[in-house]
């Protein structure tokens, strides 16, 4: 008789400059839990008008006030994020923990030995903010679902993690780092989607991973 799939995960977010949070270990077994209500992100983004923003940059810059310049770029960049759909710029498998948004090494293989680890780095944008004084909060919850090649599902998790961070900035540039470890698997083709639901910004995402099993 196969063993049982059973996937303890490990999940850091990280800031960009961040040191990675201290991991939590949880055992995930394949039970279902009443989804929170958060809606699907929307097939595109919502126009947005940066107008105001790209003319008090230009005028800053040109009379030589930089931080100014900056400072109203970024909240024409903030304006954009807080309507765009959720989204993941970028989801690989990685060698080893990334030190930083961006300072990662990718793995140079998608197959993996029986037992063996699945490290994953994706990058976040267009997450929202909930504010409490001068604090911006962000409440993101991530569920997993591992399939076959074929499609067929071995195990699924809502809420297998969650993560909320407090700023007193907006901070946009977010990475996951996630460790699938996965036990009970015949070799062969899989694919682990990871969901993020985004509680802050009523936004959420999903991202496929497909690897190999081999002996």
Do not use: H
């Not at 699945?118 to 909930?130: D, I, K, M, T």
């Not at 993101?140 to 809502?158: C, I, K, P, T």
């Amino acid at each position: 008789m196969r063993s049982p799939v059973s996937i303890p995960a490990i999940i850091v977010l990280a800031l960009l400059g961040a040191v990675p949070a201290a991991a939590q270990t949880q055992q995930v077994t394949p039970t279902q839990q009443a989804p929170d209500r958060v809606a699907p992100a929307p097939l595109g983004p919502t126009p947005t008008d940066i107008s105001a923003e790209a003319r008090r940059a230009q005028e800053a810059a040109a009379a030589g006030r930089a931080v100014e310049a900056l400072d109203a770029l970024d909240e024409a960049a903030i304006a954009i994020s807080e309507k765009m759909p959720l989204t993941i710029r970028r989801a690989t498998f990685v060698a080893e923990e990334p030190q930083g948004y961006g300072v990662f090494n990718p793995r140079d293989s998608t197959s993996f030995e029986i037992g063996q680890p699945l490290l994953v780095y994706a990058e976040l944008a267009g997450q929202g903010w909930r504010r409490s004084g001068d604090i911006f909060r962000t409440d993101l919850v991530l569920d997993f679902e591992l399939r076959r090649a074929d499609g067929q599902s071995l195990v699924a998790q809502q809420a297998f993690n969650t993560i909320a961070t407090a700023s007193r900035r907006r901070n946009r540039e977010f990475f996951l780092y996630v460790t699938y470890s996965f036990s009970g698997l015949e070799p062969g083709d899989y694919v682990v989607r990871t969901t993020v639901r985004d509680r802050a910004g009523n936004k959420q995402t999903a991202f496929d991973l497909t690897f190999a099993v081999r002996r």
